[in-house]
């Protein structure tokens, strides 16, 4: 099994930044994403990052969100600039181990106007 434990989300103004950081249990040799989901909708893919650091972005988030990851501590990040509204929702870790996909808790991010 694997534990995902997200941390770094917040409260900030149209066009702050925050970092989102989600450490996991064991080192993860496939992908590792951000997912994120507003009130009465599906959650969605943000972005995603191989072990080997290619990287897939929703267009909604191309060039002001960057994901990376730090295979040495099994951690994944993601780098949020010009925070916009329409960002508020909780964002979620997710892994891939052994064809089973793992979520972390969530970290609920608001950007106030």
């Known amino acids: 099994q694997v534990q995902l434990v997200e941390s770094g989300g917040g409260l900030v103004q149209a066009g702050g930044s925050l970092r989102l950081s989600c450490p996991a249990s064991?080192?993860?040799?496939?992908?590792m994403a951000w997912y994120r989901q507003a009130p009465g909708k599906q959650r969605d893919l943000v972005a995603s990052?191989?072990?080997?650091?290619?990287?897939n972005y929703v267009s909604s988030v191309k060039g002001r969100f960057t994901i990376s990851r730090d295979n040495a501590k099994n951690t994944v990040y993601l780098q949020m600039n010009s925070l916009k509204p329409e960002d508020t929702a909780v964002y979620y870790c997710?892994?891939?181990?052994?064809?089973?996909?793992?979520w972390g808790q969530g970290t609920q991010v608001t950007v106030s106007s």
């Open positions: 990052i191989s072990y080997g650091g290619s990287t």
């Open positions: 997710n892994a891939r181990f052994q064809n089973v996909d793992y």
């Open positions: 064991r080192r993860i040799f496939g992908v």
